[in-house]
Structure formats: C-alpha cells, structure tokens
Nanobody, 125 residues
C-alpha cells in the first residue's frame, strides 16, 4: 500500500510563498505520476499540478507561472512551490500518486489510486 504524507502548509500573507512536500513510499512500476489537488469546503476538488517520473509536468491553466511542481525521485518526494499566493489559493492541498502513469500532452489526470491526508494552506489579504 502506497502511503503519502504532505507537509509544508501553513498561513501566509498574500504575495508570499510556500513550498509543500509530499513524501511517498516507493511506487511500483517504471513510470509513475504524482499530483497536487486542492479543495475548499463545499467546492469540487481541483487538480493543481502533475509531474511524472520523467519530469514532465502539467498545470491548471489558472496557476501557470505561479505554481511549480517537481519530483525528487531519489527521495520519492513531490514538491509544490507556490509563489505570489492569493487569498483564493486558500484550501486543503492533497497529494496523489499513481503507478504506470505519464503526463500526456500536458493534460492533468483526475483519477489516482493513492491519496494523502492533506495539508492546509491559508492565505490572508
């Protein structure tokens, strides 16, 4: 069973930055994907960014240029660098992972088998 553990959330003022981390137990398969989602209570979960084991990325259009995802394969860790944060970025951020997966044509995958518990990000104006 793959386990994911997010960290790095917190409270920040608008315009600030945060870096989220997601440590994963090893995924099976020669290719895999890891992703960040976010959700505000009462709203639909939103895909934020996705990275595959070859370093290909995909982002939500509205977040391109502010959010950057990366993987340290040696550490099985996914990161999300979030810059110029806005109050609308306030949400619970979840990490997800899937084996035998690749980023294709920059499209964000929506379904994953493995999920973390989430880390809260709060941005104040």
């Amino acid at each position: 069973q793959v386990q994911l553990a997010e960290s790095g959330g917190g409270s920040v003022q608008a315009g600030g930055s945060l870096r989220l981390s997601c440590a994963a137990s090893p995924l099976s398969g020669s290719t895999y994907c890891m992703a960040w989602f976010r959700q505000v209570p009462g709203q639909k979960r939103e895909a934020v960014a996705m990275v595959d084991s070859d370093g290909r990325t995909a982002y939500a259009d509205s977040l391109k240029g502010r959010f950057f995802a990366s993987i340290d394969s040696a550490k099985n860790t996914l990161y999300l660098q979030m810059n110029d944060l806005k109050p609308d970025d306030t949400a619970m951020y979840y990490c997800a992972a899937e084996s035998w997966c690749q980023v294709l044509r920059g499209v964000l995958r929506q379904d994953y088998n493995y999920w973390g518990q989430g880390t809260q990000v709060t941005v104040s104006s």
